[in-house]
């Protein structure tokens, strides 16, 4: 089995492996009661087979945290031929807890 942290380390560009190989992302923005919503959807393509979609929404009303809350999504779509990726889908209600996450599934 393979982690989706070391997945994710290459989707945030903190690692050059695995190799992605394409990536497409589409993005769409509305207004909602009064504040502008951001969505962006990504797809990544690696090198060994595995396809991840990352999706990320968050909206513009004013935050006094430091670590403004959104909605990030990692999800497996396609298993590459020889591991299986765990878990499976993983999501995050800010960037701290997603950097949290990462740094404490990659560290040496």
Known sequence: MESLAHYV?????????PVI??????RQSWIDQG???????STYWFANGVVIRREQ???SF???ELCAECW????VLEHGPRDKITPERQ?????CREQFWLAYHCAP
């Open 35 to 41: 504040y502008e919503v951001k969505q962006q959807q």
């Open 9 to 17: 380390a290459a989707i945030l560009q903190n690692s050059p492996e």
């Open 21 to 26: 190989t394409r990536h497409e992302t589409q």
């Open 72 to 75: 990030i999504c990692y999800q």
């Open 57 to 59: 929404e968050q909206d």
């Open 62 to 64: 004013p935050s006094a």
């Open 91 to 95: 999501t995050f209600a800010s960037s």
